[in-house]
């Protein structure tokens, strides 16, 4: 099987010269293969952050190979895989850390997978530190040419592949402990939870941050959230999203990435009456708006 497209995800940033070079790899291999940037802007060593982009942008990715490296163990005896998923629709190609999994199950699971040690299919290693160049940015164009999967090594079950690294939801006396998974550049604070989750704890509900409570309402987009409140959306992944109309809700209610909060029932409260916003670049410009 051939593949025209690899869609592209890194931690590498653009002040360097790697994502240019894994490109032109690329193309050295597989002139006819279109590389497709999903990012290159995760945090530097954070799989966790790779792998939610990844399982967000999953399902509508052009059918090919998906090469996500974020890769803080590169060097070490962590196994370089390539993981097909609907028999043979698509291929990922990563480091074995956790970085595909969510990615994987989003689109049915691992029909097959292999690892990555047949040196017909890499350049020679100057040294032990960029395996996007030399292992699997010439494994996603080699595949790209019509390789077979199982060319490129022994194969692995796809039950001993790292798991991911998502958060689990819980509750903890009558209040639901959930986790900012995600902070976008607007400011918009994306929750591990979808509506459903919430339908016990009422609309408008109680976000607890730290000692401070603060009364959310679900609206239906950015602009009917007025001025002044924080309030949430179903945000373009499906979740559960806290947003201000015109500024961040980050920002607002002092949340980062990873921070675990509680959601309560209101007890009568109103929506946004604890927070003073400052107004910024409008959210409506979001991603899905």
């Known amino acids: 099987m051939r593949y025209s497209t690899i869609s592209f995800l890194s931690d ?22 279109t590389v497709i940037d999903i990012t290159h802007g ?10 939610l982009a990844l399982a967000r942008a999953a399902q509508f990715l052009c059918p090919g190979v998906v090469l996500g490296v974020v890769d803080p163990g590169v060097g070490t005896d962590r196994r370089a ?7 043979g629709a698509s291929v990922l190609v990563g480091p074995d850390n956790g970085l595909l999994a969510s990615a994987v199950a989003m689109v049915g699971g691992a029909t097959a997978a292999v690892e990555l040690t047949n040196p017909a299919y890499q350049l020679p290693k100057l040294g032990g530190t960029f395996d996007g160049r030399d292992v ?6 080699h595949l790209c040419a019509g390789v077979p999967m199982d060319e490129f090594g022994p194969a ?35 929750l591990n939870i979808g509506p459903d989750d919430l339908a016990e704890w009422g609309d408008p509900f109680s976000l607890i941050v730290g000692d401070r409570r603060t009364t959310i309402a679900m609206r239906p987009a950015y602009r009917a959230i007025s001025t002044g409140e924080v309030g949430a959306v179903i945000d373009s992944s499906g979740l559960v999203s ?6 961040s809700a ?3 209610l002092g949340i980062s990435t990873s921070d675990e909060l509680r959601i309560d029932r209101t007890d009568g409260r109103s929506p946004g009456a ?10 409506s410009e979001s991603e899905g708006s």
Do not use: C, K
């Open 12 to 33: 590498f940033g653009h002040a360097d010269e790697f994502v240019g070079v894994v490109h032109s790899v690329i193309r050295s291999i597989e002139p006819d293969a």
């Open 42 to 51: 995760i945090r530097p060593h954070d799989v966790r952050a790779g792998a």
């Open 81 to 87: 895989v390539a993981i097909e998923v609907g028999e």
């Open 136 to 141: 699997f940015g010439p494994a996603a164009a």
């Open 156 to 190: 692995i079950d796809p039950a001993t592949l790292m798991p991911g690294l998502l958060p689990v939801i819980g509750v903890e006396d009558g209040v639901l402990l959930v986790e900012a998974l995600w902070v976008d550049q607007y400011g918009n604070v994306q």
């Open 242 to 247: 806290l947003a201000v109309n015109g500024g």
């Open 250 to 252: 980050a920002e607002a």
């Open 274 to 283: 604890s927070v003073s916003v400052t107004l910024g670049r409008s959210s």
